[in-house]
C-alpha cells in the first residue's frame, strides 16, 4: 500500500514540461517552434504550431539539432579513441537512458548519495558498476555518468516508480537482468529507455503522482478520553496515554461508512485545481507569489480490509509540490473528518492567514511515478537518440506485484507495530490548541492565527510515548518533489 529535503520549492519550476499547465503567476516563455496543448486531466493532446515562426526560428532550431548530435557522436568517438594507461577492459560507448526503478525506502537513509550513509542511489551505483552497465573508469564518480534523479526521496521513504537519468552502457540485452542481481530485493530496475542526449529527469518531469495509504480509523469520531485531558490538565503537564494491545484491536475494526467516505472524497475533491497552498507548508520563504500550486486530482480509493484493518489509497497528482504539502493536505483531511467540520474550510485555509496545519504521518506516503507528458510528445516527434517514451506502463505487474510485498508491507508491518497513526490523532487532541480553526463554523478564529515573530506553543518534551513515532516526524520528515527546488 502504501515524504520526498527541506527546503520550499521554488514557484512552478521554470523548466517544468510544457505539455502541463503553467501555475506561476509570471508568464512562462512560450518555444518559438511549437507549444503543447493540454487536456484537462493533463495529458497532452499534441503539439500546436506557432504561426508566428519565422523561418529564422526554423533555422535556429535546426542548426540546434545538428550541433545536439554532432556533440553525441564526438563524444562517442573521443570515448572510443581516448588513451588510458591504466586500463584493464575496452571502452564501451555510453548511451543516455532513463532508468525506471522502484523501491522500498525502510532501512535507507533516501535517494540521494551521501557520504557514510546507505542510500538507494549508493546500492544503484555499486549495482549498475558490477553489472559493467557503468565502466571501471567511472566507478568512483556518479558525475562521470551524468547521473541525476526525477525526485529526491528522504529517509524511509518509498517509491514504487522512480527515474534516474545517465549515460550508460547498454550493449548486453540482459544488463537490468544483471544489475538486479546485484541489488537487494528492495530495490528493483523495471527497465530503460533511450533518450534524448539532453534529457534532464527532473526538469523534464511535467508532474509527479504520489500515493499515500492511510488507516479508516483515524477517521472515526473524537476521542472524549482525549478531550477530557485537554481540557482538565494544564498545557505543560499533559501526556500521552499509553494505548493498549486490545484498545487498538478495537479501533482497528472500524470501518467507514458511506457518507463519511463520500464526505472524505468531496474534502479531498477541494484541492484539485490552482490554489494558494501557503498554509501546506513552512512559513520561512514562503509568499503568495511563490506558494500557488496546480493539482489535476485527489482520488480517494474504495476501502480495502487487509489483515483485519481497513485502508484507504489516497493518490494525488501536482504539477509540483511545496515541503510537507501533501503530508499536511492529509492532515487537515483527518481533523475535519473526525469533527464532521464544514468543507467551506479548505477554502477558508487557502485564502485565510497563517494557521498551523499539522503534518500527517510520513509512513504512509510513497512516490507512485513521474510523469512525462511534455517530453514524450516531443520525443515522439523527433526520434532521434529515443526509442519511446518514458513511462511505466510496460511494468505495471511487476510493480503492483513489488508494492503489495515490499512498500504496502513495511507500512502495515511498522504501523501495527508502533501505531503511528494513533499516536499522531492522540497528539492533536490532547493539545488541540493550535487547531481551532477545525470547528463547526468553518470560520478561523484570531486564537488559531500565527502572529509573526512569536514562538508558537510547543507541547513537552514527552508529549509522545513512542520513539518510533517521534522518529518517523524527524527522520522521514519530507518526500515531496519540491525539495528538487535545490537538488542537483
Known amino acids: 500500500?502504501?515524504?520526498?529535503?527541506?527546503?520550499?520549492?521554488?514557484?512552478?519550476?521554470?523548466?517544468?514540461?510544457?505539455?502541463?499547465?503553467?501555475?506561476?503567476?509570471?508568464?512562462?516563455?512560450?518555444?518559438?517552434?511549437?507549444?503543447?496543448?493540454?487536456?484537462?486531466?493533463?495529458?497532452?493532446?499534441g503539439p500546436k504550431r506557432n504561426r508566428g515562426q519565422t523561418g529564422k526560428d526554423r533555422r535556429e532550431f535546426a542548426r540546434k539539432k545538428f550541433r545536439e548530435r554532432k556533440d553525441e557522436k564526438d563524444d562517442e568517438k573521443r570515448e572510443q579513441r581516448q588513451p588510458n594507461a591504466d586500463r584493464t577492459e575496452p571502452r564501451l560507448?555510453?548511451?543516455?537512458v532513463a532508468l525506471l526503478m522502484g523501491f522500498c525506502g525502510t532501512g535507507f537513509q533516501?535517494?540521494?548519495?551521501?557520504?557514510?550513509?546507505?542510500?538507494?542511489e549508493s546500492e544503484l551505483f555499486k549495482a549498475l558498476v558490477s553489472a559493467g552497465a557503468v565502466s571501471a573508469d567511472n566507478a568512483t564518480d556518479q558525475s562521470k555518468v551524468q547521473l541525476q534523479r526525477a525526485a529526491r526521496t528522504d529517509k524511509g521513504v518509498h517509491a514504487a516508480g522512480q527515474v534516474v537519468a545517465l549515460k550508460m552502457i547498454v550493449e548486453d540485452p540482459e544488463i537490468v537482468q544483471k544489475v538486479n542481481a546485484h541489488l537487494p530485493d528492495q530495490i528493483r530496475v523495471w527497465g530503460y529507455v533511450r533518450v534524448i542526449r539532453s534529457f534532464?529527469?527532473?526538469?523534464?518531469?511535467?508532474?509527479?503522482?504520489?500515493?499515500?495509504?492511510?488507516?479508516?480509523?483515524?477517521?472515526?469520531?473524537?476521542?472524549?478520553?482525549?478531550?477530557?485531558?485537554?481540557?482538565?490538565?494544564?498545557?505543560?503537564?499533559?501526556e500521552l496515554p499509553p494505548t493498549s494491545k486490545d484498545e487498538m484491536d478495537r479501533m482497528r475494526e472500524f470501518r467507514i461508512s458511506p457518507d463519511k467516505l463520500q464526505y472524505?472524497?468531496?474534502?479531498?475533491?477541494?484541492?484539485?485545481?490552482?490554489?494558494?497552498?501557503?498554509?501546506?507548508?513552512?512559513?520561512?520563504?514562503?509568499?503568495?507569489?511563490?506558494?500557488?500550486?496546480?493539482?489535476?486530482?485527489?482520488?480517494?480509493?474504495?476501502?480495502?480490509?487487509?489483515d483485519g484493518s481497513e485502508?484507504?489509497?489516497?493518490?494525488?497528482?501536482?504539477?509540483?509540490f511545496m515541503l510537507h504539502q501533501i503530508r499536511k493536505m492529509v492532515g487537515l483531511i483527518i481533523l475535519m473528518t473526525r469533527q464532521n467540520a464544514p468543507l467551506k474550510l479548505v477554502d477558508a485555509v487557502f485564502s485565510g492567514p497563517r494557521i498551523n496545519v499539522p503534518k500527517a504521518p510520513g509512513l504512509g506516503l510513497l512516490?507512485?511515478?513521474?510523469?512525462?507528458?511534455?517530453?514524450?510528445?516531443?520525443?515522439?516527434?523527433?526520434?532521434?537518440?529515443?526509442?519511446?517514451?518514458?513511462?511505466?506502463?510496460?511494468?505495471?505487474?511487476?510493480?503492483?506485484?513489488?508494492?503489495?510485498?515490499?512498500?504496502?508491507g513495511a507500512i502495515r508491518e511498522t504501523e501495527t507495530a508502533d501505531s503511528v497513526f494513533n499516536e499522531w490523532v492522540k497528539s492533536t487532541e490532547i493539545f488541540p490548541e493550535a487547531y481551532s480553526y477545525v470547528?463547526?463554523?468553518?470560520?478561523?478564529?484570531?486564537?488559531?492565527?500565527?502572529?509573526?515573530?512569536?514562538?508558537?506553543?510547543?507541547?513537552?518534551?514527552?508529549?509522545?510515548?513512542?520513539?518510533?513515532?517521534?522518529?518517523?516526524?524527524?527522520?522521514?520528515a519530507s518526500s515531496e518533489d519540491e525539495l528538487d527546488s535545490k537538488d542537483d
Open 93 to 96: 560507448p555510453k548511451r543516455k
Open 367 to 408: 512516490l507512485e511515478q513521474p510523469v512525462f507528458d511534455g517530453y514524450n510528445q516531443r520525443a515522439a516527434d523527433n526520434k532521434q537518440g529515443a526509442t519511446g517514451p518514458v513511462h511505466f506502463d510496460d511494468y505495471k505487474e511487476e510493480i503492483e506485484t513489488f508494492k503489495q510485498k515490499y512498500i504496502y
Open 311 to 320: 485502508w484507504l489509497s489516497l493518490k494525488v497528482r501536482g504539477q509540483s
Open 110 to 120: 533516501g535517494m540521494q548519495t551521501n557520504p557514510n550513509a546507505r542510500t538507494i
Open 200 to 238: 534532464n529527469a527532473k526538469t523534464a518531469c511535467g508532474s509527479r503522482v504520489y500515493e499515500y495509504l492511510l488507516p479508516t480509523y483515524v477517521l472515526a469520531g473524537q476521542n472524549e478520553a482525549h478531550l477530557e485531558i485537554s481540557r482538565s490538565v494544564p498545557f505543560e503537564e499533559r
Open 439 to 476: 470547528n463547526a463554523d468553518g470560520v478561523i478564529p484570531e486564537s488559531a492565527i500565527i502572529v509573526p515573530g512569536q514562538a508558537p506553543r510547543v507541547p513537552p518534551a514527552f508529549v509522545t510515548t513512542r520513539e518510533t513515532a517521534s522518529k518517523d516526524d524527524a527522520g522521514a
Open 1 to 45: 500500500m502504501p515524504e520526498v529535503s527541506e527546503q520550499a520549492n521554488a514557484a512552478g519550476q521554470s523548466e517544468k514540461s510544457g505539455s502541463l499547465p503553467q501555475v506561476s503567476s509570471e508568464a512562462q516563455p512560450v518555444p518559438a517552434a511549437a507549444t503543447d496543448t493540454t487536456n484537462e486531466d493533463g495529458s497532452s493532446k
Open 264 to 306: 472524505v472524497r468531496d474534502a479531498f475533491g477541494k484541492y484539485k485545481g490552482t490554489h494558494e497552498f501557503r498554509n501546506f507548508t513552512v512559513t520561512r520563504g514562503c509568499t503568495e507569489s511563490n506558494s500557488r500550486r496546480h493539482i489535476y486530482y485527489f482520488d480517494v480509493s474504495e476501502p480495502m480490509v487487509i
